[in-house]
């Protein structure tokens, strides 16, 4: 029995007369690694602003077709957008910490959550920092501007703000596309350590990332999706030809 | 090879126009500094500042006197300084801010009889005294002629050293101070930004964060622009005509007031601010509102936790800059605050701020310019202490950030 998180079916957007996605329907599995891949434009990041709704707050732009999480229908009318956002987290292209101290950072979620207790919202700071391998190097300047860490240390601290609000699912939008091979493999070390607890989705450029941390391959291309299945299938015998000359270097 | 001469004279030429347009300002800067700073330098001390700008007239009687003054003159004292062995006094020759001869108290010993002086107007007055600093204008005798300041101290301190006993000596404060109009100024600075500064701001998250960008935000928008154009001397007129009224109806005052400049102020103001509170939140990266999003905190929240702190240099800078409108500002300010100089300032009546101090004492006939010099160095030294203590924040504000 697969244990999905995500049911997607028929999903459609259209960003003014422009569709940048089309009928794609797929399934994403729960404390599971989804890489999707494909050429630049090709909608994957679109797709991935689709499942925390992200995408409403793009003046023109129309989504149809069902996205199932928890069998509930989060396009569906009178859903909680706020709760909805709380148990999927994201993590953007560019490390975006806000210009407050680090650990204001961490309980920024939580405290618009209503959350007051200072032991709690302290508890909180620990564990994330700890889950997001960035305890050690923090503990000792929580007060510091969260803007003086190094890159890679802003988009671990990105993530842990992320787990700070003790998500079901985690998205991630390129995180390494802005940062250095050590910086990179400190991300990729790190999520495999979260796919214990978390459903990951992650929009990546790299085939080798894909390859190396993924559980799950999509390959979208022009709008639609090609093909989807285990990555050790799409990345050893793909049922597609696109989707092989794509993996092998020959477009894209 | 002559191209490239031809278009290193052409670059050369250019350049040069942008140096010399930009020499322009620096040129009519330092000229308006070193005019105010040559005819104003010279006034320019503590006392200023904290005098008042009315003298107070003093009439000094003495009753018969027994024991004289034993002091000699003391050795600080100068050449100028005319001294009675008698009676203890030093006078010396001076020339006060409006620019007239005047005679000045330089000393008075300990055992001068002077201190046994009463006030000749109110006899239960304690606090009066004969002090270094004082004008003294004219000593009036019971048997002969009076001694009058525009003689000179010399000729004020040879008439009382030959006699035992006088009517009266006439005396007062310096005057001439800004104590007043500093103050006005002050809280006409507070209360403005009071005003201004939530409804601005307020008005500014509005525009950029909530309001959709239809047809009815870019009318208030080119409300706004066009309120910043608007010479400010109609505001006063505003003022004169709306705020006035509604003070002398809702408070003590009984006509043009603080209060009524303050609310006047901030309406000029307001335009000021809200542009720059707008362009200060719109350099706010679009990252740190879907960050926020993202974690599930609806738009007041980010709005209020994430954007508004990141765009607070920005607005910071606002202040400054509409602080220093307040101080500038007199054409609206003659209406809708007043033009009297006063001492005794409270927020529901008359008195003036240091820009139309100058403008009072420039209708002055003759003008004072030394004056209105001195002012224009004590309101620029204010702004510049604000811009610094402005940089310093959005510094400080910065670091822990």
């Known amino acids: 029995m697969v244990n999905n998180i995500f049911t997607i079916s028929n999903l459609n957007l259209e960003y003014g007369s422009f569709q940048a996605l089309k009928q794609i329907s797929l399934n994403i599995e729960n404390k599971k690694v989804t890489a999707l891949i494909g050429p630049s434009g090709c909608g994957k990041t679109s797709f991935l602003r689709c499942l925390n709704r992200m995408n409403d707050l793009i003046s023109d732009c129309k989504v149809s077709g069902d996205v199932l999480y928890h069998e509930e229908n989060i396009y569906g009318k009178n859903y909680n957008v706020i709760s909805l956002r709380t148990k999927v987290g994201m993590v953007f292209q560019k490390p975006n910490p806000f210009p407050m101290s680090i650990y204001e950072n961490i309980a920024y979620g939580p405290k618009c959550q209503g959350l007051k207790n200072k032991n709690e919202l302290n508890r909180i700071v620990e564990m994330s920092l700890k889950k997001s391998a960035l305890w050690e190097e923090v503990k000792d300047r929580l007060k510091n501007s969260a803007l003086s860490l190094s890159g890679g240390q802003q988009q671990r601290l990105c993530i842990a703000r992320a787990i700070a609000m003790e998500p079901e699912v985690i998205l991630m939008d390129e995180p390494t596309s802005a940062l250095d091979p050590i910086a990179t493999l400190k991300i990729e070390q790190l999520i495999n350590d979260l796919k214990e607890n978390y459903a990951i989705v992650i929009v990546t450029h790299s085939m080798q990332q894909a390859a190396r941390i993924s559980d799950n391959t999509a390959f979208f291309l022009m709008g639609e999706l090609v093909e989807y299945d285990e990555t050790d299938i799409i990345f050893s015998t793909p049922s597609n030809s696109k989707t092989e000359e794509y993996i092998t270097g020959r477009f894209g | ?401």
Request: charged share 15%.
């Open chain 2, 1 to 401: 090879m002559s191209m490239s001469n031809k278009r290193k004279r052409k670059d050369f030429v250019l350049q040069a126009i942008t140096y010399a347009a930009s020499l322009i300002g620096v040129f009519i800067l330092s000229l308006i500094i070193i005019f105010i700073f040559k005819n104003g330098v010279g006034l320019i001390n503590w006392d200023l500042v904290t005098n008042d700008y009315h003298a107070q007239y003093y009439n000094g009687g003495i009753n018969e006197i027994e024991i004289f003054s034993k002091t000699v003159k003391p050795s600080e004292l100068s050449e100028s300084d005319f001294y009675s062995n008698k009676w203890g006094l030093a006078l010396t020759d001076d020339i006060n801010r409006e620019g007239r001869a005047i005679v000045v108290v330089s000393y008075l010993a300990n055992d001068s009889p002077l201190h046994d002086m009463y006030d000749k107007n109110d006899l239960e007055n304690n606090t009066f005294a004969l002090e270094i600093g004082n004008i003294v204008s004219s000593i009036k005798f019971e048997n002969k002629e009076s001694a009058l300041s525009v003689y000179g101290a010399e000729k004020m301190i040879n008439a009382l050293e030959n006699e035992t006993e006088f009517r009266e000596i006439v005396f007062s404060s310096l005057g001439g101070g800004i104590r007043g109009s500093l103050i006005t100024t002050l809280y006409t600075i507070f209360f403005t930004l009071i005003f201004a500064l939530p409804t601005g701001v307020c008005s500014a998250l509005y525009l950029t964060e909530f309001a959709k960008n239809n047809q009815f935000t870019r009318i208030i928008r080119g409300m706004i622009d066009m309120l910043t154009g608007v010479p400010s001397i109609i505001f006063g007129l505003m003022g004169l005509a709306v705020f006035v009224p509604l003070t002398i109806r809702y408070t003590p005052a009984s006509g043009a007031n603080i209060l009524s400049g303050s609310l006047t102020l901030a309406v000029i103001l307001l335009p000021i601010i809200i542009r720059s509170t707008e362009e200060s939140l719109k350099i706010v990266p679009d990252e740190y509102r879907f960050a926020s999003l993202a974690l599930g905190a609806n738009k007041t929240q980010t709005t209020f936790r994430v954007v508004l702190p990141s765009a607070l240099p920005g607005i910071l800078t606002a202040t400054l800059l509409a602080i220093g409108r307040v101080i500038g500002e007199s054409a609206a300010l003659i209406f809708a605050i007043g033009t009297a100089v006063k001492d005794e300032i409270s927020i529901f009546g008359k008195s003036t701020t240091l820009a139309v101090h100058i403008w009072s004492l420039m209708t002055d006939e003759p003008a004072n310019i030394e004056l209105a010099s001195t002012i224009s160095i004590i309101i620029l030294i204010i702004v510049l202490v604000l811009n610094l203590l402005v940089k310093l924040l959005s510094k400080a504000y910065l670091r822990n950030a």
